[in-house]
């Protein structure tokens, strides 16, 4: 393949990534101003939004470096399906697990999104932005893990809450 294609196909990636970004704090910050009885889960979701602020400036760091800007318009447009997923939640008291569910997903999404720009960025030899990548995959896997080993307590929590009459409260 020619070097002008993997470039072309690295910096989409990365353009997508920046958009991926952007929803992931349009989904967080709804949840976390809604949480009143998990305050273990807001520390970890304050803590996640300013790793993935940090991450945004690292795809800035590395579009800047390829000459290329993030696309406004395409991060827009997914930051408000992100709102409206956050949204959908907000009926049923079972918002905490529910919201839990879907940064799991979320978050192996990120995963996967940062392995395959990854592999486009050594096949380029982009070395510069694989230390970026590895970086933004670090923390999506240590969020991932987080919820993963938290689904057990947290529901076991919402029982709890639940069966003390705490039902509408997130
Ligand atoms: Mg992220
Ligand atoms: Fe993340």
Redesign the pocket.
Known sequence: MLHHETREIFVIGLKNAHAM?SQ?LSIMKPQLSRIENYPEVATKLEQ?LR??EG?IVRIEEMLAGLDENPSTIKDMALSLTGAMAAMSHTVAGDEILKDSFANFA??NF?IAAYKSLLTLAEAGGHNAAALLLQANLS??VA??KWLDENIVTLTTKFLRLREAGETAKV
């Open positions: 970004e992931a996640h790793e993935t991450q979320f978050e990120e923390e999506e969020m991932a």
